[in-house]
């Protein structure tokens, strides 16, 4: 007799525990169901009101979009150095100088960062700003870091960052030992820098194309890679210096202007191929635009 209460017992525990579990299976495919319809109904039957959108699915999760991500350009081996490092500038450029125009001839000096491809950096829609306002709109939008053991010297993070690498191997100064205006400057610097070394007269020649020599001394109001925050001034006197900052990305670009060393984030041996031009200038290594 008492075998027979237990058996009862078990078996309606057991009976108990299935209707429980179905139960709940029913009312979770329920929940689930009413919830897809309730997102559907969301998805096929918008409102035109804003408020109305609002209310009408309070309960629907948070829609997940992913980021398109568009992979950098790979050079096109094919190509003529000019047309390779063009294609790959509009990447960044999207509107390319007309040739034999004041644009161009400033791509032409200083367009060699255009070719960077770390998708952290930032680089203006156009060659030259006309602004104070332009240039501190464009720099407020830039990711900064300090440059170590510096007096305010900041470069975008990815510059500051690779320079910081290279500092730490050898002993590499600034041109005028640690101050900010080695580094990123604004337009109010640039302008200045140019009324110390040239003229109105003289920017009318460069916007002529009859001047380029001051290019490699100073650059024009609006023009400087230094507006960029991807370049800086460095007192750099040995070959294994040099090879340091180009093995972290840093290159001589602009010609005849030794201090002057602009971030690239490219290896040294890949510059040929994204169409740059090695020259000697007075026993100084240069890559320049093809241009």
Known sequence: MKRSIKNLAF???????ACT???SHGINRYQLRASRQSIESCAIAPSSDPREQKQSCPNAPPLKVSPTIVPPPTPNLS???KDRFLALVTYKLPTLPTPNTYEYTLLRAYGAAFVIQEAGIKLPSKVVFTSEQETKQFQSNLNMSKVNNTNNCYLQKSAADA????????????KSGYGA???TRSFATNLRFWNKYATA????????GA????????????????LW????DLGVSNAFQEYTLNQNGWFRTVEKDSPHWTYLGLPPEKLAEFGFMNKVVGGVAYWLTPL
């Open 11 to 17: 078996i309606a525990i057991i009976t108990f525990l």
């Open 21 to 23: 579990l179905v139960a």
């Open 79 to 81: 190509l003529p150095e």
């Open 163 to 174: 320079l910081n690498r290279a500092r730490a191997e050898v002993h590499i100064s600034l």
């Open 181 to 183: 205006s080695d580094c």
């Open 201 to 208: 007269t003289t920017l009318q020649r460069v916007r002529q």
């Open 211 to 226: 001047e380029t020599n001051i290019l490699g001394v100073v650059a024009p109001p609006g023009s400087s890679q230094h």
């Open 229 to 232: 925050g991807l370049a800086i």
